[in-house]
């Protein structure tokens, strides 16, 4: 039962970054999309960043040109760059695989935006 872990959240001030991490416990993802999701209260869950195992990656609009999507083969990692975080950035990210036919999901980590 293969289980994904993100880490990074936590407290930052606005134009502040962050870096999350995503990895699974046991297989690797080299197969996979992964995918940051991210949810605040009240609001839909919307996709914020994915890159495929080619390395294709796709950004929602709110976050181009502020956050990297990226994955380290060698470490088994995916990661997402923050970078002049905003309030409205503020949620629950969550890290997401997904094969077509086979999906996982992380727990989740909150990110709080606020000075």
């Known amino acids: 039962q293969a289980q994904l872990v993100e880490s990074g959240g936590g407290l930052v001030q606005p134009g502040g970054s962050l870096r999350l991490s995503c990895a699974p416990s046991?297989?690797?993802?080299?197969?996979?999309?992964m995918g940051w999701y991210r949810q605040a209260p009240g609001k839909q869950r919307e996709l914020v960043a994915s890159?495929?195992?080619?390395?294709?990656?796709y950004y929602a609009d709110s976050v181009k040109g502020r956050f990297t999507i990226s994955r380290d083969s060698a470490k088994n990692t995916v990661y997402l760059q923050m970078n002049s975080l905003q309030p409205d950035d503020t949620a629950v990210y969550y890290c997401?695989?997904?094969?077509?036919?086979?999906?996982?999901w992380g727990q989740g980590t909150q990110v709080t935006v606020s000075s």
């Open positions: 997401n695989a997904n094969r077509g036919y086979v999906e996982y």
């Open positions: 046991e297989s690797t993802i080299s197969y996979y999309t």
């Open positions: 890159i495929t195992s080619s390395g294709i990656t």
